[in-house]
């Protein structure tokens, strides 16, 4: 599995974009790339996936460079309710994922 | 919709002690999986099935069993817990399809005193 480097920690003021990037410079052709985030110690929450092209739901926008080294997760208005840790996931198969240790992403007031 | 239950929430055992984790799914995934997640740290993944009667080791296998009798259950077993095992266990489910989302329980909480 392709590795994945995030930043430790980041912050974002509530009502504003938050832009979450990930670095998976080794990255296969046929890996997907996923984003789940963890509030509190709940379980893992899924956000959103792509392979190549970008990506939107009613979550969040996943912007994919196109050479696929490195991807960007987006809140497009973050709340409170939003902080979490974020995952960026490189996978192959879906049931099988490698964690790492994630972004915390604090939303401020 | 139930999704991926985890029982129990909570749970205390002393060293040496056996138990099972229960996950059961009634999406009908057929792929489950344990993850153990320590302080601070991202999920590692115990154990796997990609369906009924299959299962096969993750990153973390030692001192952890499981079998997968029906597509709905995947029971983690601890044989003799130590205190290493201390730790938040989540279970998972999916379709196969690596285009598909997987569902997280709510996890267990376990302490080994």
């Known amino acids: 599995d392709a590795k994945t480097t995030q930043p430790t920690s980041m912050d974002c003021a509530e009502g504003r974009a938050a832009n979450l990037p990930c670095n998976h410079s080794?990255?296969?052709?046929?890996?997907?790339v996923y984003w789940y985030r963890q509030i509190h110690s709940q379980g893992p929450q899924y956000i959103i996936h792509?392979?190549?092209n970008n990506e939107t739901n009613e979550m969040a926008s996943l912007i994919i460079t196109e050479d696929r080294k490195s991807s960007t997760l987006i809140l497009p208005h973050a709340t409170l309710r939003d902080t979490a840790v974020y995952y960026c996931?490189?996978?192959?198969?879906?049931?099988?994922?490698?964690f790492g240790a994630g972004t915390r992403l604090t939303v401020k007031p | 919709n139930a999704g991926v239950t985890q029982t129990p929430k909570f749970q205390v055992l002393k060293t040496g002690q056996s138990m099972t984790l229960q996950c059961a799914q009634d999406?009908?995934?057929?792929?489950m999986s344990w993850y153990r997640q320590d302080p601070g740290m991202g999920l590692r993944l115990i154990h796997y099935?990609?369906?009924?009667?299959?299962?096969d080791q993750g990153e973390v296998p030692n001192g952890y069993n499981v079998s997968r009798s029906t597509t709905e259950d995947f029971p983690l077993r601890l044989l003799s817990a130590a205190p290493s095992q201390t730790s938040v266990y989540f279970c998972?489910?999916?379709?196969?399809?690596?285009?598909?989302?997987?569902?997280f329980g709510q996890g267990t909480r376990l302490t080994v005193v």
């Open positions: 998972a489910s999916s379709y196969p399809d690596r285009n598909a989302e997987a569902f």
């Open positions: 080794t990255i296969s052709g046929n890996e997907y």
């Open positions: 792509g392979l190549k």
């Open positions: 996931i490189v996978r192959v198969r879906n049931n099988d994922m490698r």
């Open positions: 999406m009908n995934h057929e792929y």
């Open positions: 099935s990609v369906g009924a009667g299959i299962t």
